[in-house]
């Protein structure tokens, strides 16, 4: 028998004098505080990444200036849309919007359980949002995520083709993908920084209330806060080197998270200039960020994961740009050097998969353009540049130029001479994708797949690109590029051994045999003063075999004794606890007198039988308890009986 919270049962027992039942029952509970909230309306609910596996932070805009929460609880454990009355709730913070009227609000949800369905609404007392949901996963081993490219919500020209077809990238693809774990978006959600309707266009997906959100902050994200007001991000530096232009409108911030066994670092790359003087400083201070996250908390992850806007290695309108040839000088060789496997981008409106690059070149001579496997050596880094999710806008891809293979140039690949030098695989196709990433013990597979064709929703198609892409030999799910990354294990062998949890035990306990009356006979008179009954409870076995060596108690209260209309007070009966067989940590509880020896409560109040402190050793014990009922020689004569309630309680 379990009992993660509280738990009752029954047993029966019996005197002349009267008749003592002792019955347990099963229960549990906690009480929320319930708290007054004003009427308000609740907009762009969004459910962000937390620091890790067990957050998520929940961010949200409100009507009114008012105290406000986020309510969870397992979903399982809601009936017909109420929430139960031992849901959780987390305060929530925030302040006045800058860019749009009302207010936002963000809370952290933490301690989640792995494995588990939760439902979260958000609010107050009388006046919650609609209930969301969504499922935590084992918290180690294998996993997927998506990383969406551009959906700049409104570059089109209209709003509404550009939200269906970042809908439909995101329907089609948590449906094909129902169990990945994280959504992590390049940048650019929208196309004018502080267009809320731009922003409700993006935020109205579901699925971005139901799997948590990686938000990265793009060119087109920036010049006013809402950005920020919408996206609230763990572990954030938004120290000033880390944005452009005015501290009342500049918006993100470098932030860093571990998700299972991948450290993803998030960086703001609209800096890249010093905003205090203008110099090139702003990519220094982001590789001493990535650098002093790594050095902190690197090893506490298999895989290391960069997230930026601005690609470096892409092939389309912006690859020639000046500010991306800075970042692959003051960039690539730090990368190598820090041991990241992985770098995510947008900005280019294009896909693009690097070769391995070290210290901003070639790896390996000799890798083959479009190789389905890859094995970097030490410092050897894959760059992945994601083409639009919405279909807003596309770029097409550049030729070569005659600039050579160095860290900036952008000459044509020796093995595919319509590459660039530094491209294994390019497309532009003109139809929406997105790519998935399979984080597995050994190897990062990399997927980019079609979630449109040329038909609508898509936007730019619509209004006149022509596309490429043809529906029977391409259709949506298709595969435009696929590689499995292999790491570096050095001139030795890695071993790996995968550790289930061990199985959690149990806290549990039973009546010792059968569970019969316990009759304490026929009182005596003691001269004519009062009478007194003798005799013991049934033994009680505890078990308890937890890993988290918890502590445990039991205890007992007894009602009155009754006999049709007469009535013994339970305050009468006393106890005197002891332990039969000692063991998990058990201790028994202190003596309680009959309310006729010290004019007390005996046992009508719950008093403890025995009881284990944390960190008590696992095992078994056997209580007993001598009872004592002292009573006056006023009481009526009959057969009376009681109910004895024993509880458990453990954590």
């Not at 994961?305 to 690539?332: C, E, M, P, W």
Request: charged share 20%; aromatic share 10%.
């Amino acid at each position: 028998m379990r009992t993660p919270g509280l738990t009752r049962r029954r047993i029966a027992v019996g005197a002349s004098a009267g008749f003592l039942g002792l019955s347990l029952a099963l229960g549990s509970g906690l009480s929320a505080t319930a708290f007054a909230a004003e009427p308000a309306t609740f907009t762009g609910i969004v459910l962000g990444v937390g620091a890790d596996e067990t957050q998520r932070i929940v961010t949200w805009y409100t009507s009114a200036d008012i105290a406000q929460k986020v309510q969870l609880a397992p979903t399982s454990s809601i009936v017909d849309g109420e929430f139960p009355a031992d849901a959780i709730t987390f305060d929530a913070v925030g302040a006045a919007n800058t860019s749009t009227t009302g207010f936002n609000r963000h809370a952290t949800l933490t301690n989640l359980r792995e494995n588990t369905a939760y439902s979260y609404r958000v609010g107050g007392e009388g006046n919650w949002s609609t209930a969301y949901s969504f499922k935590t996963h084992d918290f180690e081993g294998d996993y997927d995520f998506l990383f969406f490219g551009d959906p700049q919500i409104g570059s089109s020209g209209d709003i509404a083709k550009d939200q269906a077809g970042w809908a439909e990238t995101l329907r089609y693809a948590t449906t094909a993908n129902p169990d990945i774990e994280l959504l992590v978006s390049g940048g650019d959600h929208v196309e004018s920084a502080n267009n809320e309707a731009q922003w409700d266009a993006f935020l109205a997906p579901d699925q971005l209330r139901q799997y948590p959100v990686a938000a990265t902050i793009g060119n087109h994200d920036v010049g006013g806060k809402s950005w920020e007001q919408h996206h609230f991000t763990p572990n954030t530096d938004r120290s000033s080197q880390y944005y452009n232009g005015d501290s009342a409108t500049r918006s993100g911030g470098d932030f860093w998270y571990i998700y299972k066994d991948t450290l993803f670092i998030d960086l703001n790359s609209n800096s890249y200039v010093n905003p205090t003087d203008g110099s090139l400083g702003g990519d220094k201070a982001h590789v001493a960020y990535v650098t002093d996250v790594v050095k902190k908390h690197g090893a506490e992850a298999k895989w290391t994961v960069l997230v930026y806007h601005h690609a470096i290695y892409s092939a389309a309108s912006h690859s020639t740009d000046g500010d991306n040839k800075q970042r692959r000088k003051d960039f690539t060789t730090a990368f190598s050097d820090l041991g990241v496997d992985l770098v995510l981008q947008g900005h280019d409106h294009v896909y693009t998969r690097s070769y391995s690059i070290k210290n901003g070149q070639k790896e390996n001579p000799d890798e083959q353009p479009g190789a389905d496997e890859v094995f970097p050596g030490p410092g050897g880094v894959i760059y992945v540049t994601a083409n639009s999710a919405s279909g807003s806008k596309y770029y097409d891809i550049k030729k070569p130029d005659n600039s050579g293979t160095g860290v900036e140039g952008l000459g044509p690949d020796p093995l595919n001479p319509d590459n660039y030098w530094f491209n294994s695989a390019q497309n532009q196709e003109h139809v929406r994708s997105y790519v998935k990433v399979g984080v597995k013990s050994d190897k990062l597979v990399v997927e980019n797949i079609r979630s449109g064709t040329c038909a609508a929703p898509n936007a730019a198609v619509e209004k006149g690109l022509s596309c490429v892409n043809t529906p029977d030999g391409q259709p949506v799910g298709s595969i435009v590029d696929k590689v499995t990354v292999h790491p570096y294990h050095g001139d030795g062998q890695d071993i790996q051994v995968n550790v289930p949890n061990a199985a959690p035990g149990e806290f549990g306990w039973t009546i010792d045999g059968y569970n019969g009356l316990v009759d304490l006979g026929t009182a005596s008179e003691h001269n004519g003063e009062f009478f007194e009954a003798t005799g013991k409870i049934n033994p009680i076995l505890v078990t308890d075999s937890r890993r988290s060596l918890a502590p445990w108690s039991i205890s007992a209260s007894v009602g009155d004794f009754t006999d049709g209309a007469k009535t013994l007070s339970s305050t009468y009966l006393g106890w005197t606890p002891y332990l039969l067989d000692g063991g998990a940590g058990a201790e028994a509880g202190a003596p309680v007198l009959s309310a006729y020896d010290d004019q007390g409560k005996g046992l009508s109040v719950a008093s403890a039988l025995a009881a284990a402190a944390q960190g008590h050793a696992k095992g078994g014990a056997k209580l007993g308890a001598d009872l004592d009922l002292k009573f006056p020689t006023e009481i009526e004569k009959g057969s009376y009986r009681a109910t004895l309630t024993i509880t458990a309680l453990s954590s």
